[in-house]
């Protein structure tokens, strides 16, 4: 392992791809919105960026599957493009071995190409991609939800793991360029710009160029009940109202009104003790074999294994929610109906859960 900070990270090749895999929530809407606005930073450099909004948010890994024409021009304005390029897109983190080959391949052509990979404490990512998945027409009671990640972590089963198995995701994109052209990212919400100051450097942009704007927002949380709230309309409208129509209704219209309503912002969803507990085990189970990669690390590793905060012995669903937020969710419905039908892309499906051997010996005698 190469431990730096984020003044230390050498530039891509200045004919580079930088390819961001994400994880989810671990910053990378603010880093792709921030990108986004800021054309003028990225033009002087000779730098081209491509998030989800290039591709209208649909998941990159199924149009690179398919061959669909978004692909297809991504893959052309990449190669045309003669000086650094980078492409952002958390949904690759769900590559399969083959699919991640072929993602670089058809990207990377002849460039030299370097893996971005944003991670965070496992106890804090657990009950931020239950909220995410809610956003997406899940409704699985969060307690039950807690128990089958918990209990799939051995095999390594399931979304959550085939997401945030962080010495996997490091073998398999290191296998294909290369384990010291892969760069980690510990998120710290102490050192909120860290992912824009390694992106200057990675990029070789001018110092303290890139800054979150009015413009670029982020993937806020919800509170716990109004995440229960969207998890009851979830239940109770998914699949009956189509998924166009769930898009347009309930993703831009009852989230982003409960999120304006917030009088103050949002306290961390508890996760139950033992639950907390284990995702700390199992995160600093993986920072010991990441201290063995050769990838570079930013940040400190040991931090996948904290759950400060994040336990609570009521982590129960509440049973109640202020009349101004339910009004402000009943308001943005009506007001998204009133609007014409979307034409964006629905919210995807998750994908099969795949099998995932356990953490340790994950990295021995694999590295690139």
Known sequence: MNHVGPAAVAPIPADGLLLHIGVFKTGTTALQET???SPGVLTASDVLYRGPHSWQFAPLRNLARAGAPQWESLVGEVAAHTGRAVVSSENLCGCSDDEAATVVAALGGQRPVRILITVRALAELLPSTWQQLLKRGMSHPYDEWVAKVVADAPAGDGLFWRRNNFPEQVRRWGDLVGGSN???VVSDKRQPDRLLRVTEQLLALPEQSLQFTAEGKSNESLSHAEAELLRRVNAATFGKLGEADYHRLVRLGVFPAMHR?????AAPIPLPAGAADEMGRI???QAEV???AAATIVGDIDDLGRTGGQSGEDAASPSSI???????AVIGALIAATRTRSTGPAPAHQPRPGRRSRWRGLLRGRRG
């Open 182 to 184: 892969v760069t980690v």
């Open 283 to 285: 995160g600093r189970e």
């Open 35 to 37: 990108l986004r606005h």
């Open 261 to 265: 309503a917030q009088q103050a912002k």
């Open 290 to 292: 990441l201290r063995a």
């Open 322 to 328: 202020s009349i101004d937020t339910a009004a402000a």
